[in-house]
């Protein structure tokens, strides 16, 4: 019992300090505004388009469009003029019918091929905001920069000191792990929907697990171009779970409330400063310090991706 206790403490300061790292936005401003021009354009790409035009196409549609379609086309019998209209029902059935269709033409024609838009322009731009995060990172001489040096001897203890091999085969080994990684994401992500299905405790395991999904997603940008190997980023993100989990908290909480659309609109604002913070994290010295303290001690590895890597 103590054991469980001591290990369910060490998890939360160890959760804490994932969250505190994920909401240290003061480096997305250091990043845009003192270091790159080209990344703040980029950031504020995504805000434009996934904000001001994805979040605002929704606003719109349910504080004008709607409103205007119950007017013209009421729903409730006290808004026809004519009685005999409303007493026959052909009229509210007819008018809800018509609703209907011109709510799912606006989604057919607006909505989804906006999103479905959104979603290839903002993986992009994605990509070059990590990249110039991480031109930044090398520039600068920061932590990534000197992770085949100064740290080398910490960072093959936990597992972070890697690279691919040089030539045609480091590009076909990156490949390679590009699309098994994608797959292992896409069964990683049928668990986490699986989840909600889960009675009474499902709600909260798909919390969890869109946590650390989250987390691995703004972390494998910078992992990506620094050239970690796949196996040493699934061994150092499973054996610091609860920091990751931490970390991915806030993306999270900040979508895990909306309706779908909604969600994917403030997520797709949020992700590009998640990403850069995870950029610029300290997560490896973070971990170490910690651990330090307990004497490399701490909780253990936890096969979050077992299942997905078993299917994979």
Same mark, same amino acid.
């Given at each position: 019992?103590?054991?469980?206790?001591?290990?369910? $403490?060490?998890?939360?300061? *160890?959760?804490?300090?994932?969250? #505190?790292?994920?909401?240290? !936005?003061?480096? =997305? %401003?250091? +990043?845009?505004?003192?270091?790159?021009?080209?990344?703040?354009?980029?950031?504020?790409?995504?805000?434009?388009?996934?904000?001001?035009?994805?979040?605002?196409?929704?606003?719109?549609?349910?504080?004008?469009?709607?409103?205007?379609?119950?007017?013209?086309?009421?729903?409730?019998?006290?808004?026809?003029?004519?009685?005999?209209?409303?007493?026959? $029902?052909?009229?509210?059935? *007819?008018?809800?019918?018509?609703? #209907?269709?011109?709510?799912? !033409?606006?989604? =057919? %024609?607006? +909505?989804?091929?906006?999103?479905?838009?959104?979603?290839?322009?903002?993986?992009?731009?994605?990509?070059?905001?990590?990249?110039?995060?991480?031109?930044?990172?090398?520039?600068?001489?920061?932590?990534?920069?000197?992770?085949?040096?100064?740290?080398?001897?910490?960072?093959?203890?936990?597992?972070?000191?890697?690279?691919?091999?040089?030539?045609?085969?480091?590009?076909?080994?990156?490949?390679?792990?590009?699309?098994?990684?994608?797959?292992? !994401?896409?069964?990683? %992500?049928?668990?986490?929907?699986?989840?909600?299905?889960?009675?009474?405790?499902?709600?909260?395991?798909?919390?969890?697990?869109?946590?650390?999904?989250?987390?691995?997603?703004?972390?494998?940008?910078?992992?990506?171009?620094?050239?970690?190997?796949?196996?040493?980023?699934?061994?150092?993100?499973?054996?610091?779970?609860?920091?990751?989990?931490?970390?991915?908290?806030?993306?999270?909480?900040?979508?895990?409330?909306?309706?779908?659309?909604?969600?994917?609109?403030?997520?797709?604002?949020?992700?590009?400063?998640?990403?850069?913070?995870?950029?610029?994290?300290?997560?490896?010295?973070?971990?170490?310090?910690?651990?330090?303290?307990?004497?490399?001690?701490?909780?253990?590895?936890?096969?979050?991706?077992?299942?997905?890597?078993?299917?994979?």
């Amino acid at each position: 019992m103590d054991a469980l206790s001591l290990n369910a $403490r060490r998890s939360a300061i *160890l959760w804490l300090a994932g969250f #505190r790292e994920a909401c240290s !936005l003061h480096r =997305v %401003f250091v +990043f845009c505004f003192r270091l790159v021009l080209a990344l703040a354009i980029r950031t504020g790409q995504c805000f434009l388009l996934n904000g001001l035009i994805f979040l605002g196409s929704l606003f719109m549609f349910n504080s004008v469009v709607m409103p205007t379609l119950l007017w013209i086309l009421p729903s409730e019998c006290g808004q026809f003029v004519s009685e005999h209209v409303c007493q026959s $029902r052909t009229a509210l059935a *007819l008018y809800s019918f018509t609703r #209907r269709v011109l709510v799912e !033409l606006f989604y =057919v %024609f607006w +909505f989804y091929p906006l999103y479905a838009f959104s979603i290839i322009l903002s993986t992009m731009w994605y990509n070059d905001i990590a990249r110039y995060a991480f031109e930044v990172l090398k520039r600068k001489g920061m932590h990534l920069a000197k992770a085949s040096g100064e740290r080398a001897s910490q960072d093959n203890q936990n597992g972070m000191h890697s690279s691919r091999p040089g030539g045609l085969e480091g590009v076909v080994v990156g490949i390679g792990e590009q699309l098994y990684s994608l797959l292992l !994401l896409t069964f990683f %992500f049928i668990e986490v929907v699986a989840a909600l299905f889960i009675p009474y405790i499902g709600t909260a395991i798909s919390f969890l697990l869109n946590a650390w999904m989250y987390a691995y997603y703004c972390f494998e940008y910078k992992w990506n171009l620094s050239e970690l190997s796949l196996d040493k980023r699934l061994e150092f993100f499973e054996s610091n779970w609860a920091f990751f989990a931490g970390f991915g908290s806030p993306c999270v909480l900040a979508i895990f409330f909306f309706s779908r659309l909604v969600s994917y609109g403030v997520m797709a604002i949020l992700f590009p400063l998640f990403v850069l913070t995870a950029a610029g994290s300290l997560a490896e010295q973070v971990i170490d310090s910690i651990r330090g303290e307990w004497n490399g001690g701490g909780p253990g590895k936890v096969p979050i991706f077992y299942a997905a890597d078993t299917l994979s």
